[in-house]
């Protein structure tokens, strides 16, 4: 069955602190991945994705993601974390249909606190 | 201002309350969904759009009735609800030939 698992519900940093949150998938081919981020009352906002190609993936807002097929893993990272940056996490995957992107699957999210 | 935009942003109705909410995208995309995000659940699928015809509907109850008079705009219609269907309702489209979905701000829907 196709899922995506976010294994750590609620994730506290301080501030300047690195940051990496986990996402391993199920998936019977190569997917698109993607993560989104979504502050309190808003809709989800896309942070990076990954379709093919160089397995580090840079992102918006100073994130990355490295897509590990052998681990079926796409952690996110972020070398030091802002208090901007407190919000919930969610990583995706989505079918690769030479192109098309189909229906995404969501894991259960991540919630990141920053502490001063 | 992400490109989908969502109205009401705010929701409170009875059980036996008819209303809609309204999805609107300018971003050219070919695809539309409606997602439902309760709490300590993952986002689920509700409804599929692509290229205005319904490609997907995940079981959702019949009294949730989604239409998509053309590419740009997608509504949701909600009629004699259940407390349990309390939750953000999220809008978002896509490329059908990929690219990320663009979200929509939600809707905070509460049903008494």
């Known amino acids: 069955a196709q899922s995506v698992t976010q294994p750590d519900i609620h994730i506290t940093v301080s501030e300047g602190a690195s940051l990496e949150l986990r996402c391993n998938y199920s998936?019977?081919?190569?997917?698109?991945l993607f993560w989104y981020v979504q502050s309190p009352g808003q809709g989800l906002q896309l942070l990076l994705k990954?379709?093919?190609?160089?397995?580090l993936v840079q992102g918006i807002k100073g994130f990355e993601a490295e897509f590990k097929r052998s681990q079926s893993s796409f952690n996110l990272r972020k070398p030091s974390v802002h208090w901007s940056d407190a919000a919930e996490y969610f990583c995706?995957?989505?079918?690769?249909?030479?192109?098309?992107?189909?229906?995404?699957?969501f894991g259960k999210g991540t919630k990141l606190s920053v502490k001063p | 201002e992400t490109g989908v935009t969502q109205t009401p942003r705010h929701l409170v109705m009875g059980m036996t309350n008819k209303k809609s909410l309204k999805c609107e995208q300018h971003?050219?995309?070919?695809?539309m969904y409606w997602y439902k995000q309760s709490a300590k659940k993952p986002l689920e699928l509700m409804f599929v759009y692509s290229l205005e015809e319904r490609v997907e509907n995940n079981s959702v109850p019949s009294r949730f009735s989604p239409e998509c008079p053309n590419s740009s705009h997608l509504f949701l219609h909600l009629h004699t609800l259940q407390p349990e269907d309390s939750a953000l309702y999220l809008c978002?489209?896509?490329?059908?030939?990929?690219?990320?979905?663009?979200f929509g701000s939600g809707t905070r829907l509460t049903v008494v």
């Open positions: 990954y379709f093919s190609g160089d397995t």
């Open positions: 995706a995957v989505g079918p690769n249909y030479g192109g098309s992107q189909g229906n995404l699957i």
């Open positions: 978002a489209s896509s490329e059908v030939e990929g690219g990320g979905y663009t």
């Open positions: 998936y019977g081919a190569t997917p698109y």
């Open positions: 971003l050219g995309h070919n695809a």
